[in-house]
């Protein structure tokens, strides 16, 4: 893997989190009825980040789970020869709610689909609105952000990798090469 470009630092990608936050209050008037929901993993961490963000910008305190979609994905099982499962952690209903699905690197869709599948098995939101950290781009489903870190459009082969202080001691977001596909 080759390292073309360092994207955002850790500044940058503190303001996009503090826009992404204030883009969520905006469009829902408010924090009264959102809960945030992170993916698994990068994602959890990027919903934890925003959650802090809306307590500090709205003064209140909303509802924040973490979404595992290992089983609800259609490649699970030709893909990972044994599946790294890991707990989801939704204490609370969200039924009526407005769901914010929080994930880093929005690519083919497959991942989101698949968290639209578990959210749906747990309850009936009111609406559930997408956020990420970067649209990359290459869409197979007809997934659309509703909330965009950054759009950075890629070529085949190409991907983004973001880096989190909670799990690789540093914040910031690279555009690498990878090997012919």
Same mark, same amino acid.
């Given at each position: 893997?080759?390292?073309?470009?360092?994207?955002?630092?850790?500044? #940058?990608?503190?303001?996009?989190?503090?826009?992404?936050?204030?883009? $969520?209050?905006?469009?829902?008037? #408010?924090? %009264?009825? $959102?809960?945030?929901?992170?993916?698994?993993?990068?994602?959890?961490?990027?919903?934890?980040?925003?959650? @802090?963000?809306?307590?500090?910008?709205?003064?209140?305190?909303?509802?924040? #789970?973490?979404?595992?979609?290992?089983?609800?994905?259609?490649?699970?099982?030709?893909?990972?020869?044994?599946? @790294?499962?890991?707990?989801?952690?939704?204490?609370?209903?969200?039924? %009526?709610?407005?769901?914010?699905?929080?994930?880093?690197?929005?690519?083919?869709?497959?991942?989101?689909?698949?968290?639209?599948?578990?959210?749906?098995?747990?309850?009936?939101?009111?609406?559930?609105?997408?956020?990420?950290?970067?649209?990359? #781009?290459?869409? %197979?489903?007809?997934?659309?952000?509703?909330?965009?870190?950054?759009?950075?459009?890629?070529? $085949?082969?190409?991907?983004?990798?973001?880096?989190?202080? @909670?799990?690789?001691?540093?914040?910031?977001?690279?555009?690498?090469?990878? @090997?012919?596909?």
């Amino acid at each position: 893997m080759n390292i073309k470009a360092k994207i955002i630092d850790e500044a #940058g990608l503190q303001r996009t989190l503090t826009r992404l936050a204030h883009e $969520i209050l905006e469009r829902n008037r #408010g924090s %009264e009825n $959102i809960v945030l929901i992170g993916m698994r993993t990068r994602g959890e961490f990027i919903a934890r980040r925003i959650y @802090e963000k809306i307590k500090e910008i709205d003064q209140s305190e909303i509802q924040l #789970g973490i979404l595992d979609v290992t089983l609800y994905r259609d490649d699970f099982r030709t893909r990972l020869k044994q599946p @790294e499962v890991s707990v989801t952690d939704i204490t609370f209903d969200i039924n %009526e709610k407005d769901v914010i699905l929080i994930d880093d690197v929005l690519y083919t869709g497959r991942t989101v689909r698949a968290a639209l599948d578990a959210l749906m098995d747990l309850g009936r939101p009111n609406t559930i609105q997408l956020c990420v950290l970067v649209d990359r #781009g290459h869409r %197979e489903l007809p997934i659309k952000p509703d909330f965009v870190g950054k759009n950075i459009p890629t070529s $085949i082969n190409e991907e983004i990798k973001v880096k989190m202080n @909670e799990i690789d001691k540093e914040d910031s977001i690279y555009l690498v090469e990878t @090997e012919e596909k």
